[in-house]
């Protein structure tokens, strides 16, 4: 890949639905903190590329944001599989020993018919390859963020769990010739 790359990740808005819940792709955005989406979209670069996963609540952020995101399969966010619409109490409660299996080893662990930490960053490091030279803003999710961050660190799939991302932060990493660089993380610039 010729040139540098340099990325603003943004974690899509709040999920207008229930906390504590896995939500679907379909799951949209509450797009109510106008101040921190203007102060978003301050801070990118007048040319720059918007890509976002194919879930609702990235594509309503992005379009909040002035972008028109061209979609990346390889962005969205963990599967859940099964437990995809549940919240994580009731899971607790009723998910039982496999429920309690994966939290023992979350980055390596799948949900019935999901795909771990370790699946996402393995599928995130394929979507990143796929972006160009120049500045590229990511509309996505939390751990698609993590993912990048762990693909821009080396870091164990472990490792990059350990990253708080908020709804409406930036994070910055750059692709450059001789490695990555990390810019930023989880800011919040409302």
Avoid at 47 to 75: C, H, I, K, N, Q
Avoid at 151 to 180: H, K, N, Q, Y
Wanted: net charge negative; hydrophobic share 45%; proline share 5%.
């Amino acid at each position: 890949m010729e040139g540098e790359t340099f990325l603003w990740l943004i974690r899509h808005a709040v999920v207008a639905g229930v906390a504590g819940t896995i939500h679907a792709a379909d799951a949209p955005a509450d797009l109510g903190d106008r101040a921190a989406l203007a102060a978003l979209k301050q801070r990118l670069p007048a040319d720059v590329a918007g890509y976002a996963s194919p879930s609702r609540r990235t594509v309503e952020t992005a379009r909040a944001l002035g972008l028109e995101p061209e979609l990346v399969s390889e962005f969205r966010e963990q599967d859940f599989g099964d437990w995809t619409g549940h919240r994580h109490d009731e899971l607790a409660v009723t998910g039982g020993e496999i429920y309690a299996q994966f939290w023992r080893d979350p980055a390596r662990g799948r949900p019935p018919n999901g795909e771990s930490f370790a699946d996402q960053v393995a599928r995130v490091r394929l979507g990143l390859s796929r972006i160009g030279a120049g500045s590229a803003a990511l509309v996505v999710h939390s751990g698609t963020i993590r993912a990048a961050l762990c693909i821009a660190l080396d870091l164990a799939p472990e490792a990059a769990l350990r990253f708080v991302i908020d709804p409406l932060s930036l994070t910055r990493i750059d692709r450059l010739a001789s490695g990555w660089r990390v810019v930023s993380v989880n800011q919040r610039v409302s």
